[in-house]
């Protein structure tokens, strides 16, 4: 086994999770993943953890996707209910052999079954906002990503591994020092009311009064390296240009541009399933409201990858998800959509807070 593995498998049990004697957790992902499943399953069972796996198989997501009534896609099965409800720990690997095997379904079907799962994705986000569950989600490097990413395998393995800072060294102490920080940038962004952010095609305004910045340094996403919050939700004014490509359910959206007034999503194009922009965005009421502004601080990722793990925390861009809030932001919109959307703002870029310059070209100034 690539000992890199295994070192992920440590991170993510002891400091990710940081996983206890007699707590339950679950591993999900796909076959495509099962060495890192087993690695982690193997740390859990050292640790004195009860750990179970779910193994997922996309056909069969294909074929509730194509054929389910409007009953079935309705029915939450009991024991996914007592499962969130129950387990104290969850780790969500990534990667599978086809990033594209929902591209075929009707985008309205997507939104319809995302809209009946939301109370148990509001419970999951409740439980992970008071600190009952602990979660993860991390990548495992197969060969469809690589290809997503335009790379080979090996050179994709690296990639992931350099950005979790698992290929070597103290990966723990890394992430403990970007926690470190980005602490003190959160101590002044707390301290900010507004923003305006301004680049090529973007110049949006909104307000973050009240609302608290949260560290991400790998505990809840690995790799890691942004700063969050969740804007007021009436507060979004202006327009906005996403530099790379979003992707969401498997479909590719190019160019999307986004126009807000009073916080909603009034006005949308794009270059390439323009079609499947609307219908998400149509999913519900809160579907055209932004639930996040972040912005992006690893620097170890140089590059696009077509997987939003990576591209939302490259060095130098920033990212704003419309739909669901973070409640331990202190975010209140409610949606079953929750989709980040990437802005380049590495040139003639900034970020404006209470009217002083706080970022440009890609660095904060603070």
Same mark, same amino acid.
């Given at each position: 086994?690539?000992?890199?593995?295994?070192?992920?498998?440590?991170?993510? %049990?002891?400091?990710?999770?940081?996983?206890?004697?007699?707590?339950?957790?679950?591993?999900?992902?796909?076959?495509?993943?099962? =060495?890192?499943?087993? *690695?982690?399953?193997?740390?859990?069972?050292?640790?004195?953890?009860? =750990?179970?796996?779910?193994?997922?198989?996309?056909?069969?997501?294909?074929?509730?996707?194509?054929?389910?009534?409007?009953? &079935?896609?309705?029915?939450?099965?009991?024991?996914?209910?007592?499962?969130?409800?129950?387990?104290?720990?969850? $780790?969500?690997?990534?990667?599978?052999?086809?990033?594209?095997?929902?591209?075929?379904?009707?985008?309205?079907? &997507?939104? /319809?079954?995302?809209?009946?799962?939301?109370?148990?994705?509001?419970?999951?986000?409740?439980?992970?906002?008071?600190?009952?569950?602990?979660?993860?989600?991390?990548?495992? =490097?197969? $060969?469809?990503?690589?290809?997503?990413?335009?790379?080979?395998?090996?050179?994709?393995?690296?990639?992931?591994?350099?950005? !979790?800072?698992?290929?070597?060294?103290? #990966?723990?102490?890394?992430?403990?020092?970007?926690?470190?920080?980005?602490?003190?940038? %959160?101590?002044?962004?707390?301290?900010?009311?507004?923003?305006?952010?301004?680049?090529?095609?973007?110049?949006?305004?909104?307000?973050?009064?009240?609302?608290?910045?949260?560290? +991400?340094?790998?505990?809840?996403?690995?790799?890691?390296?942004?700063?969050?919050?969740?804007?007021?939700?009436?507060?979004?004014?202006?327009?906005?240009?996403? @530099?790379? =490509?979003?992707?969401? /359910?498997?479909?590719?959206?190019?160019?999307?541009? $986004?126009?807000?007034?009073?916080?909603?999503?009034?006005?949308?194009?794009?270059?390439?399933?323009?079609?499947?922009?609307?219908? /998400?965005?149509? /999913?519900?009421? !809160? *579907?055209?409201?932004?639930?996040?502004? #972040?912005?992006?601080?690893?620097?170890?990722?140089?590059?696009? @990858?077509?997987? %939003?793990?990576?591209?939302?925390?490259?060095?130098?861009? +920033?990212?704003?998800?419309?739909?669901?809030?973070?409640?331990?932001?202190?975010?209140?919109?409610?949606?079953?959509?929750?989709?980040?959307?990437?802005?380049?703002?590495?040139?003639? *870029?900034?970020?404006?807070?209470?009217?002083?310059?706080?970022?440009?070209?890609?660095?904060?100034?603070?």
């Amino acid at each position: 086994m690539d000992p890199r593995i295994e070192r992920l498998a440590k991170v993510l %049990i002891h400091y990710s999770l940081k996983l206890k004697k007699g707590q339950l957790l679950k591993i999900q992902g796909e076959v495509a993943t099962l =060495p890192l499943i087993k *690695a982690a399953y193997d740390e859990a069972i050292k640790v004195g953890a009860h =750990p179970y796996t779910v193994v997922k198989v996309p056909d069969n997501e294909e074929s509730f996707f194509k054929n389910a009534s409007e009953e &079935q896609m309705k029915y939450i099965s009991p024991i996914t209910k007592l499962e969130v409800d129950k387990i104290d720990a969850l $780790l969500v690997i990534w990667g599978g052999e086809n990033t594209r095997y929902l591209s075929g379904i009707d985008p309205k079907r &997507q939104a /319809m079954a995302s809209k009946f799962r939301r109370p148990l994705i509001d419970k999951l986000f409740k439980r992970i906002g008071n600190k009952s569950l602990s979660w993860v989600g991390t990548q495992f =490097p197969t $060969l469809a990503d690589a290809q997503e990413a335009e790379l080979s395998l090996s050179d994709y393995e690296d990639f992931v591994y350099k950005a !979790g800072h698992v290929h070597a060294g103290d #990966a723990v102490k890394h992430w403990q020092k970007i926690h470190k920080q980005q602490a003190r940038l %959160i101590k002044i962004l707390n301290k900010i009311d507004s923003l305006h952010i301004k680049s090529k095609d973007t110049d949006l305004k909104l307000t973050v009064k009240g609302r608290k910045w949260i560290n +991400c340094a790998g505990t809840e996403n690995f790799p890691d390296g942004e700063i969050f919050t969740s804007p007021i939700e009436n507060s979004a004014n202006g327009y906005i240009r996403y @530099s790379f =490509p979003a992707v969401y /359910m498997g479909r590719e959206v190019e160019d999307v541009r $986004l126009e807000f007034k009073n916080g909603k999503v009034v006005k949308e194009s794009a270059g390439k399933n323009q079609d499947f922009l609307t219908s /998400m965005l149509d /999913m519900d009421k !809160g *579907a055209r409201f932004l639930g996040e502004v #972040a912005i992006g601080t690893n620097y170890e990722i140089k590059r696009f @990858s077509k997987n %939003i793990l990576f591209d939302e925390k490259i060095g130098g861009t +920033c990212h704003l998800a419309v739909g669901a809030s973070i409640p331990e932001a202190g975010g209140k919109n409610k949606s079953s959509l929750h989709w980040d959307m990437v802005c380049d703002l590495k040139r003639n *870029a900034e970020i404006v807070g209470d009217g002083k310059v706080i970022y440009r070209n890609g660095k904060f100034l603070i």
